[in-house]
């Protein structure tokens, strides 16, 4: 068997890290022949916490976990690490503003970035789940000089299953019949999800799209609002769905994304189909060799265009505001 490959979860002790954790060990992840040395990194509060989710890690005896090492230290936590699930930020608390947030969370991913930078392992792959998870990313990136940018990714996986699973209660076909479907953009409500290249069973997402009223009103704010529609029915947000997708992300983006498909990935612009370089935005993707492949020369009609301009704003204007605050 290889040598333990080296994951750091941070947020562990959270809600996305507490659904993560257990299937990473199980090999969800990474396949059933790698073996992973875990490493929970947390806020010194939650310390504890993470230490009692060690426990049960330990209890669940899986056979691909080589270790289980709790840390208050993002050095010490990142040291030597190959995959960074960056999944703890600081959430939105009652009365703050958006660029308060956007302030506070620049410096934890501005730390984070440097700390990678520094003593992460030479093929360290990183994805941001914490929110606002593409600006997040932008701002770790910017502060890791010496990682090549596009290990830096943030997480649309989930709005990208949240699409398939409506297309496909939508066209009643099975998910694994529904291919080439891409969010655009932001991880937020701009976000856009795109069926015009979509295979939906016999049919194309063109097709399905030829209902604007369907497209417009119901498909895509339901695949954008998904979270906030959680929320209320939960009474909390989203998070197995959120770990599956962060799983989902990384298991593609080493192990390859299916044969005459594409997945969704937030990463920073080549400066393709008109988003500026830099700005960490979520494309079509297809990984090869453990890379990910922006897929190129898909047409955007008019309708789409507009919508990933407005998302990409968001973006633009979300990164001046993070990098100089
Ligand atoms: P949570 O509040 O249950 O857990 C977050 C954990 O992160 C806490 O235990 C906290 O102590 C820890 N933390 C905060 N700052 C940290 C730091 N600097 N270093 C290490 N740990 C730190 O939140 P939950 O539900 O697990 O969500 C985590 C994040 O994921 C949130 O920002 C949420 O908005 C985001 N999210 C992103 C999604 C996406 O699709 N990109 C989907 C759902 C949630």
Redesign the pocket.
């Known amino acids: 068997r290889p040598a333990p490959a080296v994951v750091t979860v ?2 562990a ?5 507490y659904a993560s954790v257990f299937r990473i060990a199980a090999g969800a992840m990474l396949g059933h022949d790698q073996p992973i040395a875990l490493r929970l ?3 010194p ?2 310390v504890p ?1 993470a230490v009692g989710t060690a426990m049960e890690l330990d209890d669940g005896a899986f056979g691909l976990l080589k270790s289980v090492d709790v840390f208050d230290d ?1 050095r010490k936590a990142f040291d030597g690490a190959s995959f960074a699930l960056l ?5 939105r608390s009652k009365g703050m503003e958006r660029a308060d947030l956007l302030a506070a969370n620049s410096d ?1 991913f501005a730390a ?1 970035g440097a700390v990678l930078n520094d003593v992460a392992a030479d093929d360290i792959r990183v994805i941001v ?3 606002p ?1 593409n600006t997040n990313a932008a701002v770790a990136a910017a502060h890791a000089p010496e990682v090549p940018s596009q290990r830096f990714t ?3 996986r ?2 990208h299953n949240r699409a398939i699973a409506q297309l496909s209660h939508r066209a009643g076909v099975e998910v694994g019949e529904i291919s080439r479907v891409t969010i655009w953009g932001n ?1 937020s409500a701009t976000q856009y999800p795109d069926i015009f290249h979509a295979r939906v069973g016999g049919r194309s997402g063109a097709d399905l799209a030829a209902d604007r009223d369907w497209l417009v009103d119901d498909f895509i704010p339901t695949v954008a609002r998904r ?1 906030t529609a959680i929320i209320e029915a939960r009474g909390t ?3 197995a769905s ?1 770990a599956n ?1 962060t799983i989902d992300h990384v298991h593609d983006w080493v192990l390859g994304t299916p044969a005459d498909d594409w997945t969704s990935t937030a990463l920073p612009s080549p400066g393709v189909y008109g988003v500026p370089e830099g700005i960490v935005c979520s494309f079509p993707v297809r990984s090869v060799d453990g890379q990910w492949e922006i897929v190129e020369g898909l047409e955007i009609n008019d309708f789409s265009r507009e919508r990933i301009d407005a998302s990409v704003a968001e973006l633009a204007a979300e990164r001046d505001a993070a990098l100089t605050s």
């Open positions: 941070t947020g002790a959270g809600s996305i890290g990194l947390e806020l509060q939650a916490a993002p999944i703890g930020a600081r959430p934890i984070q789940v914490g929110n998870a943030a997480l649309t989930l709005d991880h979270g947000s989203s998070a959120a997708a």
